[in-house]
């Protein structure tokens, strides 16, 4: 049974950068064909889908946050990471990874929540 | 960008009921549309994908059907652990979108 685990700070100052890590257990992530996900979610609001890295290292980002998103794979501990640089009380959100098997999103991490303080 | 708007943004119903809920995009997707049930304090679960098909696990009463433009998702016979949000979510063009969601809140 694969499973995700999102990790990473809590609270993050405003204008640093947002780092998070989402450990896959149960599959490999170099193995298949999967977009490994990033989707957050402000409180009380709806989704919004980050960006994906596929199994090859290629990646897609939204082009709301591509100028200051980076997602990466490392497959020898079996994880991805997102950073997102220069935040701001807007990215104030429960961060979700996800798997992809083609394009729906079949599981899901339990979620973190980043607060930005200023 | 495809913007998916959902209605209706909330309904209140009573168990046993039959519930639509629709999810129309603002172009052609043809049928990468996926449905998710996000219950509160928990990270959304995959319902059906690709319009239609049911994922693993998920009850028959939870079934989709559209293309094009216009999708619908149908819960039958409602449960009262059926209480969520639902979203869609458009795999056709990046970035992918999801509508706004709709909370179905059971009497």
């Known amino acids: 049974q694969v499973q995700l685990q999102e990790s990473g700070p809590g609270l993050v100052k405003s204008s640093q950068t947002l780092s998070l890590t989402c450990t896959v257990s149960?599959?490999?992530?170099?193995?298949?064909?999967?977009?490994w996900t990033w989707i957050r979610q402000p409180a009380g609001k709806g989704l919004e889908w980050i960006g994906r890295?596929?199994?090859?290292?290629?990646?897609n980002y939204n082009p709301s946050l591509k100028s200051r998103v980076t997602i990466s794979v490392d497959t020898s501990r079996n994880q991805f990471s997102l950073k997102l640089s220069s935040v701001t009380a807007a990215d104030t959100a429960v961060y979700y990874c996800?798997?992809?098997?083609?394009?729906?999103?079949?599981?899901w991490g339990h979620g973190t929540t980043v607060t930005v303080s200023s | 960008e495809i913007v998916l708007t959902q209605s209706p943004d909330f309904q209140s119903v009573t168990p046993k009921e039959n519930v639509t809920i629709t999810c129309r995009a603002s172009?052609?997707?043809?049928?990468?549309l996926h449905w998710y049930q996000q219950k509160p304090d928990q990270s959304p679960n995959l319902l059906i994908k690709?319009?239609?098909q049911s994922f693993s696990g998920v009850p028959s009463r939870f079934s989709g059907s559209g293309s094009g433009t216009d999708f619908t998702l149908n819960i039958n016979n409602l449960e009262t652990e059926d209480a969520a949000t639902f979203y869609c979510?458009?795999?056709?063009?990046?970035?992918?979108?999801f509508g706004q969601g709709t909370k179905l809140e059971i009497k």
């Open positions: 172009q052609s997707i043809g049928t990468s």
């Open positions: 890295i596929y199994t090859s290292g290629s990646t």
């Open positions: 979510h458009q795999s056709s063009s990046l970035p992918y979108t």
């Open positions: 996800a798997r992809a098997a083609a394009s729906a999103m079949d599981v």
């Open positions: 690709y319009t239609s």
């Open positions: 149960g599959a490999s992530i170099g193995s298949g064909s999967y977009y």
